[in-house]
């Protein structure tokens, strides 16, 4: 079911590139934004099904690096399509502002179609004893910039690969003593 997770890799690119096709087709937009809305929504909805159900935190923690690795074309294209957009609209009578928030909105969505299913993994790393709460609160927060979040991507896949840290077994506490 993590599978289905790829779709966020591509989604961006599909939003994308239909986007710039029909508005090459039609000159009002208006109509095109309730079904990316939409869209858009239902993958953030699905994203977080999806994560919270998983059962194999470490096959999802391994999708989520690769979806993020598979974005950043997109991002690098986004931001400069988005700066570009804004500083033409800015200097045609400020109307630019007005644009701003559609982009930063853009961009939180596709973005947080990765920061959900990296959350929810660095969750299960804590309640799995093998990261502290500190690197927990690392992970939380770091994971929600930009850059940063890759190399907490790769840090939480290798932390799925370590055993336990804090054992709390029976078993690990008996063989230790004696």
């Not at 909805?45 to 194999?56: F, K, M, Q």
């Not at 957009?85 to 109307?95: A, D, N, Q, R, T």
């Not at 973005?111 to 927990?136: H, M, Q, Y």
């Not at 850059?147 to 690969?161: C, H, L, P, R």
Request: glycine letters at 4%.
């Amino acid at each position: 079911m993590e599978k289905l997770l790829y779709l966020n890799a591509v989604l961006p690119y599909v939003y994308l590139i239909s986007f710039y096709v029909c508005s090459k087709i039609s000159d009002t937009l208006g109509p095109l934004y309730l079904p990316y809305e939409t869209a858009m929504l239902i993958q953030i909805v699905g994203t977080l099904i999806i994560s919270l159900n998983s059962h194999d935190k470490k096959k999802l923690a391994d999708i989520n690096l690769k979806v993020k690795l598979i974005q950043i074309p997109y991002y690098i294209a986004f931001f400069i399509f988005a700066v570009l957009s804004f500083m033409v609209l800015m200097g045609l009578m400020g109307i630019g502002i007005f644009f701003l928030p559609i982009f930063i909105a853009i961009d939180a969505v596709i973005f947080a179609t990765t920061v959900i299913p990296a959350e929810i993994c660095a969750i299960k790393l804590k309640r799995l004893n093998k990261i502290s709460f500190g690197r927990l609160l690392l992970y939380l927060i770091f994971n929600t910039w930009y850059v940063i979040d890759i190399f907490i991507a790769f840090m939480i896949k290798k932390d799925f690969k370590t055993p336990e840290q804090f054992p709390l077994t029976e078993g690990n506490i008996t063989s230790q003593i004696g």
